[in-house]
Antibody, heavy 120, light 106 residues
Framework: QVTLKESGPVLVKPTETLTLTCTVSGFSLSNARMGVSWIRQPPGKALEWLAHIFSNDEKSYSTSLKSRLTISKDTSKSQVVLTMTNMDPVDTATYYC????????????WGQGTLVTVSS | EIVMTQSPATLSVSPGERATLSCRASQSVSSNLAWYQQKPGQAPRLLIYGASTRATGIPARFSGSGSGTEFTLTISSLQSEDFAVYYCQQYNNWWTFGQGTKVEIK
C-alpha cells in the first residue's frame, strides 16, 4: 500500500525558513524512473507545483520560486525534504507531496497535506 | 511555462445530468494531460491520465478526451459524490495546473 505523509511546522514567522518532510511507504525512493513532488495550495486557491526529485537524484524547481527552494531525499529513511527560505504570509498554504509512477509523469498518490501558516 | 486555462470556473448541474469541463493549454502538451478531483479538506485524487485513460477504480461515467491544446472531462451522469473541484494538469513540460472548475449542485 502506497502512502505519503507530510510533516513540519504549522506556523512559521515571516523571513524564516520552512522545512517540510514527506515520509513515504509502499515503494522505494530508489525505484527507477519514479519521483516525488511538492505541491502547494493557498486557502481557496488552485494547486501550484513547487519542486520534484527523481530516483536518480535529478531535481527540478518552479521557475518563479527556484531561488527559495531546495529539495532532497534520504532513501534510507524513505523521506523527501523541501526547504523554502524567506517565508512570507503569501506562502500560507496546504503543502502536499505526491508521487509519479514509474515511467509516467502524472501524480498517482498524494499525501494528506499539511497546512502551514506564515504569521508573526 | 505552459499555462493551463479551465472553463467554466463554476458549473451548476443537477444530479443525473451531464457535465462537460474544458481545459486549454497555452502550447501543445500532446496527450500528457491529467484530471484530478478535489473535495473540501481532501487531497486531489487522480481521475484521468494520458488525456483519456481512467485511473484505477475510477467509474466509467468519467471520461476524458482531447490532445494538443484542447481537452475535455465529461461526467456522464452526475452523482452526489461528484460535486467537487476538478483540476487539469499538464506534464509534458514539468508540471502546471489549471485554476480549477467547481461543479456545484443546481
Amino acid at each position: 500500500q502506497v502512502t505519503l505523509k507530510e510533516s513540519g511546522p504549522v506556523l512559521v514567522k515571516p523571513t524564516e525558513t520552512l522545512t517540510l518532510t514527506c515520509t513515504v511507504s509502499g515503494f522505494s525512493l530508489s525505484n527507477a524512473r519514479m519521483g516525488v513532488s511538492w505541491i502547494r495550495q493557498p486557502p481557496g486557491k488552485a494547486l501550484e507545483w513547487l519542486a520534484h526529485i527523481f530516483s536518480n537524484d535529478e531535481k527540478s524547481y518552479s521557475t518563479s520560486l527556484k531561488s527559495r527552494l531546495t529539495i532532497s531525499k534520504d532513501t534510507s529513511k524513505s523521506q523527501v525534504v523541501l526547504t523554502m527560505t524567506n517565508m512570507d504570509p503569501v506562502d500560507t498554504a496546504t503543502y502536499y507531496c505526491a508521487r509519479i509512477p514509474r515511467g509516467w509523469y502524472y501524480f498517482d498518490y498524494w499525501g494528506q497535506g499539511t497546512l502551514v501558516t506564515v504569521s508573526s | 511555462e505552459i499555462v493551463m486555462t479551465q472553463s467554466p470556473a463554476t458549473l451548476s448541474v443537477s444530479p443525473g445530468e451531464r457535465a462537460t469541463l474544458s481545459c486549454r493549454a497555452s502550447q501543445s502538451v500532446s496527450s500528457n494531460l491529467a484530471w484530478y478531483q478535489q473535495k473540501p479538506g481532501q487531497a486531489p485524487r487522480l481521475l484521468i491520465y494520458g488525456a483519456s485513460t481512467r485511473a484505477t477504480g475510477i467509474p466509467a461515467r468519467f471520461s476524458g478526451s482531447g490532445s494538443g491544446t484542447e481537452f475535455t472531462l465529461t461526467i456522464s451522469s452526475l452523482q452526489s459524490e461528484d460535486f467537487a473541484v476538478y483540476y487539469c494538469q499538464q506534464y509534458n513540460n514539468w508540471w502546471t495546473f489549471g485554476q480549477g472548475t467547481k461543479v456545484e449542485i443546481k
